[in-house]
């Protein structure tokens, strides 16, 4: 059974930072592209950034360009985002995608919260 | 960036009826190289991750029930849930991964009338 669990979500100030990660197991980690998709409380889903199989290629939203860094760790099948400088509209279920052409796995999601 | 337009934003259906939500995207999500749609259907249910329910805008999830049906090419993209459940209450989305930013639907609620 194919398992995305993501963790290191928690309370942090505006201008904090936070990293989440996200252990995989029952799949080939390093065969996945790898994905962040986040959700604010009450509202709709929204992709954050992605990278390749290799780690080689990266993109982001530009809501998030130039702030978080997404990274992996093929030999430990982990998925990392770095956030740094958080603002409240960062607050969000952060949820680890595995894709081989569509995205077939989604983890639980971590929760995010950015407040004084 | 592809927007991509649900319609309704909700629904009532009668127990055992049939529900249909519609998804437009802005620009073609068909990619001529595998010659399909780069579409998904999701199911949420309060408190719980998105579960996949089609990709590839017809080709259902393992494991999901067989009333749940997708729809669909180019820009206008169709899920149907046939003879509906009580369990199926949820919010519904489409999403497309054709390209980068992935984007999705707003949305699109159903309930038991």
């Known amino acids: 059974e194919v398992q995305l669990v993501e963790s290191g979500g928690g309370l942090v100030q505006p201008g904090g930072s936070l990293r989440l990660s996200c252990a995989a197991s029952?799949?080939?980690?390093?065969?996945?592209?790898m994905h962040w998709v986040r959700q604010a409380p009450g509202k709709g889903l929204e992709w954050v950034s992605r990278i390749s199989s290799d780690g080689s290629g990266t993109t982001y939203a530009d809501s998030v360009k130039g702030r978080f860094t997404i990274s992996r760790d093929n030999a430990k099948s982990t998925l990392y985002l770095q956030m740094n400088s958080l603002r409240a509209e960062d607050a969000a279920v952060y949820y680890c995608i595995g894709s081989s052409g569509w995205p077939g796995y989604w983890g639980q999601g971590t929760l995010v919260t950015v407040s004084s | 960036d592809i927007v991509m337009t649900q319609s309704p934003d909700s629904l009532a259906v009668s127990l055992g009826e049939r529900a249909t939500i519609n998804c437009k995207s802005s620009q073609s999500v068909f990619f001529s190289s595998n010659n399909k749609n780069n579409l998904a259907w999701y199911q949420q249910k309060p408190g719980q991750p998105p579960k996949l329910l089609v990709y590839w805008a017809s080709t259902r999830e393992s494991g999901v029930p067989d009333r749940f049906s997708g729809s669909g090419s180019g820009t206008d993209f169709t899920l149907t849930i046939s003879n509906l459940q009580a369990e199926d209450v949820a919010a519904y989305y489409c999403q497309q991964y054709y390209n980068y930013p992935w984007t999705f639907g707003q949305g699109t609620k159903v309930e038991i009338k």
């Open positions: 029952g799949l080939t980690f390093s065969n996945y592209w």
